[in-house]
């Protein structure tokens, strides 16, 4: 198992992928007995499918709310309410301290 920690949405995205998984069984059974003429299964074996919807909802909100998480540590720039660690200063690769075109100019001036 990973010793990884969690990083934000990401429970969001495994309960997403799950709730997705459950949901494609469920469509699965549910198609089936139609495909085959066979007798039809009960209503609420149907709402079993809209797990699909559901679990993708989470899984993009995941998504989203990681994203965010990357991003906001970006947007404080290299003098923000990062606590001064550094991050972006060193003019590595990374885009944390990067700033658009538009910005340069203006702070140019």
Request: a positive charge.
């Amino acid at each position: 198992m990973s010793k990884q920690t969690l990083g934000p949405g990401d429970l969001l995205v495994r309960t997403g992928a799950i709730t997705f998984l459950v949901g494609t069984v469920g469509t699965v059974v549910t198609v089936a007995p139609l495909l085959l003429h066979t007798k039809r299964l009960p209503t609420p074996a149907y709402f079993v499918s809209m797990l699909m919807g559901l679990g993708l909802a989470l899984a993009l909100a995941g998504l989203l709310r990681s994203a965010l998480a990357q991003r906001r540590p970006a947007a404080d720039g290299p003098g923000g309410t990062t606590g001064g660690t550094g991050a972006g200063t060193s003019g590595g690769t990374g885009l944390a301290g990067a700033r658009p075109a538009v910005d340069q100019a203006a702070a140019e001036r």
